[in-house]
């Protein structure tokens, strides 16, 4: 059992480059989650999707765009990255809306 | 606006004795409340929950945690600290009324043989 699986494990782009980060699970859960990680600052939510075809905004949406492709599936796109944009970036996801959420080994991003 | 809050970055305690994490919380209706932790390079584990029913929930490793209404907290501890317990601890809400997941800033733990 897999869980959340999330890739690449590390990228470095330079500034205006575009990447997606791939995220997958193999629970059959209904929500998913992209947050980022600072330092000092916790875990941010970037968006969330309740579940399969919705999508909403989390705490700190600028600079990112998500798609929700399936179940399975959520992955964030960065279309023009910017050096703030360096972060550690997590998925998570949950099952209905009392339990715990799983999170992937995360995406270490760096841009410069 | 934060919906949560962990008022120290850091706390400091010599193994075997006890260890505390608070975290206040202010959201609207009945909250859902966790807590994670974070060893140095890896994803979070979920330790422990509060969903209903009874104010102290035990979780995974000795912690426990109390949920007071009254003080919006949810603090998480632990009877006698152990240095493998030095890692980063983060608090999270849940809405009753939506599916938002929101965490504190963390709190970074640190016990001494």
């Known amino acids: 059992n897999a869980g959340v699986t999330q890739t690449p494990k590390f990228q470095v782009l330079k500034t205006g480059q575009s990447m997606t980060l791939q995220c997958a699970q193999d629970?059959?859960?209904?929500?998913m989650y992209w947050y980022r990680q600072d330092p000092g600052m916790g875990l941010r939510l970037i968006y969330y999707s309740a579940s399969e075809g919705t999508t909403d905004k989390g705490e700190v949406p600028n600079g990112y765009n998500v798609s929700r492709l399936n179940k399975r599936e959520f992955s964030l796109r960065l279309e023009s990255a910017a050096p703030s944009q360096t972060s550690v970036y997590f998925c998570?996801?949950?099952?209905?809306?009392?339990?715990?959420?799983?999170f992937g080994q995360g995406t270490r991003l760096t841009v410069v | 606006a934060q919906s949560v809050a962990q008022p120290e970055d850091q706390v400091n305690v010599a193994e075997g004795n006890p260890l505390t994490v608070k975290c206040t919380y202010s959201?609207?209706?009945?909250?859902?409340l966790f807590w994670y932790v974070q060893y140095p390079n890896r994803g979070l584990q979920f330790l422990l929950k509060?969903?209903?029913?009874?104010?102290l929930v035990k979780g995974s490793y000795g912690f426990e945690a109390e949920f007071n209404k009254s003080q919006t907290s949810f603090h998480l501890k632990k009877p006698s600290a152990l240095v493998s317990d030095s890692a980063l601890y983060f608090c999270a809400v849940l809405r009753s009324n939506d599916y938002k997941l929101s965490f504190g800033a963390g709190t970074t733990v640190t016990v001494r043989a």
């Open positions: 959201v609207s209706g009945n909250p859902y």
């Open positions: 509060y969903i209903t029913g009874d104010n």
């Open positions: 998570a996801s949950r099952e209905v809306l009392r339990t715990e959420a799983f």
């Open positions: 629970m059959n859960h209904n929500s």
